[in-house]
Each structure stands twice: as C-alpha cells, then as structure tokens.
C-alpha cells in the first residue's frame, strides 16, 4: 500500500511527541538566541547614543555651528565643513569608476578581468584604513608633494568607498531579470542601451544604498585622514594641495584627550554631529531600500 | 512590407545540451505561420534563432543559416540591425517596470533615438489600439507603471511594444497564453489584421489558434521539424504518423 493523503494529513494534524518536544526546544533555544542579541546589540546602541546625544546635545549651540575652532575652544564650522567636502570629494572619485567596475563585473563577466577585478576588491576592503592612510601619505603627500591636502584625502576616502560601491553595483545589476534584457534587445537596443537606459534605472535604488552606505563610512573614518588631510582649524580656501583641513573625527579625537571643559565640550558636539550625520544616512538608505519603484512587480 | 524567412540546416545548442537538430524549412511572407509541438521540443528555441536572440544566452551555440528577406542573418550583419527589422513578443510577459504605459511602448524608438514628441503620441495610440490596449488604459498612460498592469493587459502592452517599431516580421511566443477568451480573441483578429503587412510566426499549444489564424503549419518534436505544410494538410490529413498522433491527442 502506498501513502495516501489521508496518512499525510494525520502525520501533520499529530505529530509524535518527539517531534512536539524537539520543535519546542529548537522554538525556545531560537527565540532565546533571538532576544540575547537583541539585548546585546540594544544595550550597546542606547548606551552609546544616550552618551553621545545627551552629552553632545548639550554642549551643541549656534556658535559651535557657526564659528570656526580657536585654540580648545570656539566652534566646529571648520571640521564640519571639512567633513562635507571630503565625503562629498570621495564620492565624486569613487562613484563613477565603481558604478563602471559594478557594470564590468556583471554585464562582461567572462574573461579573466572580472575574477581579478573582483578579487582585489575583496582584498581592499580587507585593508585596514589606516594602511590607506599611510600609503596615501607615502604617495600623495610626500612624493607627489601634495601635502597635508583635500586631494590626498578625497582619494584615500574613494580608495575605502570605491569596493562597497562596486560590489553593490555589481549585484543591483545582476537582479534586473534577463527577461528584461531580452526585450530590450528584442527593440533591436545595442548592449550599452540596454545597460544605462533598461538596467540602470533598475539597479539605481540598490546601487544608491551602497553609495550612502559608503558615504556613512567615509564620514566615520579618522585613520585615513590623518595622513592624508592633516588637520587645520581654518576654514577651506579652495586649495586643491597644500592645505590642510579639519573634519568632525579628528576633533573628537583631539579635543577629547585635552584637560580642558571647553575641549571636551567640542568633542562631544563633533561626535553627536557624527553620529547623528550616519544616523541620517542609514535612515534615508534604508527607505531607498523599501522604496525601490517597480520591482518586486515583475515575476 | 513583410518578408519571407529562409531556413537552412538550423542547429542549436544550450551549452553541451543539442536543442535544434538540421531545421529547413520556408517562412512564406505576409502569411502566418504557427509552430506547435510538446513543452520543450525546441519552438521557442527555434524563433528566437530568427533574430539573434538565442545567443544572448550564455553558452548558447547557433550553426546553419537564415535569411530574412534579402539578409543574411548569420552572416554579415548585426544583431541590433536584425532586432530592429524583428519584432518579437515573449512566452512570458516582459513590460519595464520602471517605465510608464507611454514609455513602454515608445522605448523601441525612444531608446534608439527618436525624439519627435507628435510623432510618438501617434504611434503610441496606434500600437495600443492595434494590440487592444488602448481603451483600458488611455487614461493613465504616463501614470501608471507597465509593471501595474494584469498579466494578460501586459502581455498586450508587449505586443504593443514590438508593433510601435514596426518591424517586417513578428515573432510571437505563445502570446495567448496567459490571456483570457476575450483578449485572446482580440490578438487573434489582430493577427489577422497584421497578416497583410507582416510575416508572422507564432509559437502555440492551442490547435484551434493555428487552425484559426495560420496558413502554414510547422510541427516540432524533439528539437527535429517532423512535418511542415498548410495549415488544412497538417490538421485534417497529416503525412507523418507523429503529427496525426499529436494532434489527435494521442501523445504530447
Ligand atoms: N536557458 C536554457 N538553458 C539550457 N537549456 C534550455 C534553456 N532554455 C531551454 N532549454 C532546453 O532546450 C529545450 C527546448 O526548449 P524550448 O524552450 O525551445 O521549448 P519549447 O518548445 O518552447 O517548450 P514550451 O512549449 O514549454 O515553451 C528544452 O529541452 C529545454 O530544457
Ligand atoms: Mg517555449
């Protein structure tokens, strides 16, 4: 005799008792795992945001915002501009050539590049930020002559953004169906058409998560920028080299193992600014994510 | 003006898998020509050798030749030059998710470069009339995303589509397969409103459609063309023994 419907059913309507007492044991050890996490990752993130968002709401005002740094005391205009023009520079480095790197890899996968390209992104990702620093400083800032400079540290940030931006974009353009290329194609649409006017809009949400995921880790990263940018409490003249500039981390840093209150009033005001600038950031990627127009719709 | 489509000693490949096995046959033009056979013997595969689209798939291997009209297809043209002269509708609904109900359609001419604003509304409002669309979805056409509508209101919308370029030959795989008696129908008349301006090829599990819209039909097992004759020979008195079986339901 075979196995029929009515065997299945009653194997499910009453399972054995082993299988109650097994399923109930995998259902409190998971939702156990489940909550200890929870609390952990919790605690850690209230802990830490209540630190920096009491302390540093507090020690926020206007003239922190509007003045630039005087000896351990005065404001943070000059970090906080720093910080905007440097990760807004990496990103200008970093966006194209990984949205090109993210096409190669995905559309031209084949040859012998794509294994290599993909492999030394994996391994810069590896490198510790701080080694970034330091090979920018050996080239940019000392052999090349650039100094303490924008440039230097625009490039050292794009170096740490550019393989996040390229493996999002690569798998953003390996989601958009075949189908879709294929009708494409069936328009009678050359392959690069069909990449940046059919795939790309496409991909665009996904490859603007890693753009802003990228643009939170530049705006966190103090290693590579001490190196590379220096450190000024003047406001950018302009300068491509030669000057200097300040950013947010590098007050916190500095100003918070001075002894004064004033200094650490600042550190606290700079890591707020930080924190809160990456809280934004996730945010907002966050929603992109949901909202990504059309898919989800096409089977 | 349609054109007629020769097929010489056609073999395809996915991969080490041999799909099509030394296809020959004639496309009449301006005539349409229905393909059937069982799932998987190889129709789908078959059309889309016609524009080049089999080797879109990686691994994919064509040898053998096809000329449309006066083109050599596997030899000394482009694929893109092929496409635009080929229209082709999908077994599977395949709309721009990302683009509007308008921009669907015109994307075969906006995409390759044609900008006249007048000109696109026309041909618009043509294709979607032609391909029965017209009516359900006039009133939102930059409103509404092609990935919005029903299954079988997007399949028509691909129909659309391919018509707006208005190519020399249509391809259509299984078009009907996913609409209802009522839609079905109405891509029926249209393919017979076509007919006269076009060569089309249709692939269907549907005998009556081929009966009903064909002149000629091919009958495909295995990968191998068993028998290819008129519409009327192939259903009421078939030479081969495979096709009367098939299509007196004894097998497939
Ligand atoms: N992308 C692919 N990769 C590998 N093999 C494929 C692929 N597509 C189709 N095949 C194989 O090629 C053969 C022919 O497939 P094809 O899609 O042409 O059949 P069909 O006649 O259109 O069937 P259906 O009526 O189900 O659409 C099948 O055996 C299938 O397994
Ligand atoms: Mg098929």
């Known amino acids: 005799m075979g196995v029929s419907a009515i065997d299945v059913r009653a194997a499910i309507n009453q399972p054995s008792i082993f299988r109650l007492v097994q399923r109930k044991i995998f259902n409190s050890a998971g939702w156990g795992l489940c909550g200890l996490t929870f609390l952990l990752l919790g605690s850690a993130m209230v802990w830490i945001l209540k630190m920096v968002f009491v302390r540093g709401a507090g020690a926020l005002n206007l003239k922190v915002l509007t003045h630039i740094q005087i000896g351990v005391a005065g404001g943070l205009l000059n970090a906080i501009e720093g910080t905007l023009v440097l990760g807004v520079g990496g990103l200008i480095l970093s966006v194209p050539p990984g949205i090109a790197a993210g096409i190669y890899l995905s559309e031209y996968d084949g040859g012998w590049l794509a294994p290599v390209l993909r492999f030394m992104s994996d391994v810069l990702v590896g490198v510790p930020s701080i080694v970034v620093g330091y090979f920018g400083y050996v080239t940019m800032v000392a052999t090349l002559g650039w100094g303490f400079s924008v440039a230097a540290g625009s490039i050292a940030l794009a170096m740490i953004s550019l393989p996040y931006i390229t493996r999002t974009s690569e798998v953003a353009f390996r989601q958009v169906p075949r189908t879709l290329r294929e009708a494409g194609f069936g328009l009678g649409c050359k392959p690069g058409t069909v990449i940046m006017r059919i795939c790309l809009p496409m991909a665009t949400p996904a490859i603007l998560t890693g753009v802003l995921l990228a643009l939170a880790i530049s705006v966190g990263e103090t290693a590579p920028l001490i190196y590379t940018a220096g450190w000024s409490s003047f406001l950018w003249t302009g300068h491509l080299t030669k000057e200097p500039m300040g950013y947010l981390t590098y007050a916190i840093w500095a100003m918070i193992t001075e002894p004064q209150r004033s200094a650490h009033q600042l550190a606290y005001a700079a890591a707020f600014l930080v924190t809160l600038f990456v809280l934004v950031i996730s945010v907002i990627a966050r929603v992109v994510t949901f909202r990504r127009s059309g898919w989800g719709q096409h089977a | ?252």
Not at chain 2, 78 to 89: A, D, T
Not at chain 2, 152 to 164: D, K, P
Not at chain 2, 186 to 211: C, G, P, R, W
């Open chain 2, 1 to 252: 003006m349609g054109v007629g489509i020769e097929v010489k000693d056609l073999n395809a490949w996915y991969g080490a898998n041999h799909t099509l096995h030394d296809i020959t046959l004639n496309i009449p033009a301006n005539q349409c020509t229905a393909l059937i056979g069982p799932s998987g013997c190889g129709k789908s595969t078959f059309v889309r050798c016609l524009n080049r689209m089999h080797e879109t798939t990686p691994g994919a291997k064509v040898t053998g030749s096809v000329r449309i009209g006066d083109v050599d297809v596997y030899n000394g043209s482009s694929p893109v030059e092929i496409r635009r002269r080929i229209g082709m509708v999908f077994q599977r609904p395949n709309p721009f998710p990302t683009m509007s109900i308008y921009d669907n359609v015109s994307a075969g001419l906006r995409l390759n470069g044609f900008r006249n604003r007048k000109a696109l509304d026309e041909i618009v409002e043509r294709s979607l009339k032609q391909a029965a669309l017209w009516d359900e979805v006039k009133n939102d056409l930059k409103k509404k995303s092609g990935a919005s509508l029903s299954g079988g209101q997007q399949q028509r919308l691909c129909i659309a589509r391919a018509l707006a370029v208005d190519p020399e030959v249509m391809l259509m795989d299984e078009p009907a397969s996913a609409l209802d008696p009522v839609s079905t129908s109405k891509i029926e008349d249209l393919i017979f409103e076509l007919k006269s301006q076009y060569t089309i090829v249709i692939v269907t599990h549907n005998m009556q459609q081929a009966a009903r819209v064909a002149e000629r039909t091919g009958f495909f097992l295995n990968g191998r063309l068993v028998e290819f004759d008129s519409t009327h020979k192939i259903f009421t008195n078939p030479s081969d023994k495979r096709t009367e079986d098939y299509i007196t339901g004894r097998f497939g």
